[in-house]
T-cell receptor
């Protein structure tokens, strides 16, 4: 089975608020994690990544947090915009295979 | 535009048939990955090629096969198709997998419908 997964299938957030999408992984040997965004009708698009020697990494409006103790990964999106509406996947590098979780659909409320 | 090209965009066929999905990676990328995405499912890793050689294998059925050609384009062959094979098939590429952990660039996918 899959070693990564998402806690919630759908997340609804008010426009302008911050979004937090969570992910749990089971392989403690995984050392590289990635977040992807998939808009309707498109392929997944890289958002941000983090290696296991870090616990936080920031990009433009996005932050990824890694808690190796509890094997938890989160993606924070600041000031959520309508264009952030998509399915978000976490993924991990497991034995040189990039394994994806099932995804969380982010829905933006006006 | 990711630079990864997949053809065809849509494919409709019947059970028992065989189809070929094609992928051209980004210019300069040596690795090609194939994923299957079913309705409400995540992306299931199928297989990875690096510079023409199979590098990693995931949950790929024996009815499915793939190859990467000298010009680095790749084909995924699906045979004896079943209704359950209906899915979106994605190809992704990356420059090289030697560095553990590398972001993938995905194509727009081929939507396969088996009737």
């Amino acid at each position: 089975g899959e070693s990564v997964g998402l806690h919630l299938p759908t997340l609804s957030v008010q426009e302008g608020d911050n979004s937090i999408i969570n992910c749990a992984y089971s392989n403690s040997a995984s050392d590289y994690f990635i977040w992807y965004k998939q808009e309707s009708g498109k392929g997944p698009q890289f958002i941000i990544d983090i290696r296991s020697n870090m616990d936080k990494r920031q990009g433009q409006r996005v932050t990824v947090l890694l808690n190796k103790t509890v094997k938890h990964l989160s993606l924070q999106i600041a000031a959520t915009q309508p264009g952030d509406s998509a399915v978000y996947f976490c993924a991990e590098n497991e034995d040189d295979k990039i394994i994806f979780g099932k995804g969380t659909r982010l829905h933006i409320l006006p | 535009d990711s630079g990864v090209t997949q053809t065809p965009k849509h494919l409709i066929t019947a059970t028992g048939q065989r189809v070929t999905l094609r992928c051209s990676p980004r210019s300069g990328d040596l690795s090609v990955y194939w994923y299957q995405q079913s309705l409400d499912q995540g992306l299931q890793f199928l297989i990875q090629y690096y510079n023409g050689e199979e590098r990693a294998k995931g949950n790929i059925l024996e009815r499915f096969s793939a190859q990467q050609f000298p010009d680095l384009h790749s084909e995924l062959n699906l045979s004896s198709l079943e209704l359950g094979d209906s899915a979106l098939y994605f190809c992704a590429s990356s420059p090289h997998p030697e560095t553990r952990g590398e972001k993938l660039f995905f194509g727009s996918g081929t939507q396969l419908s088996v009737l």
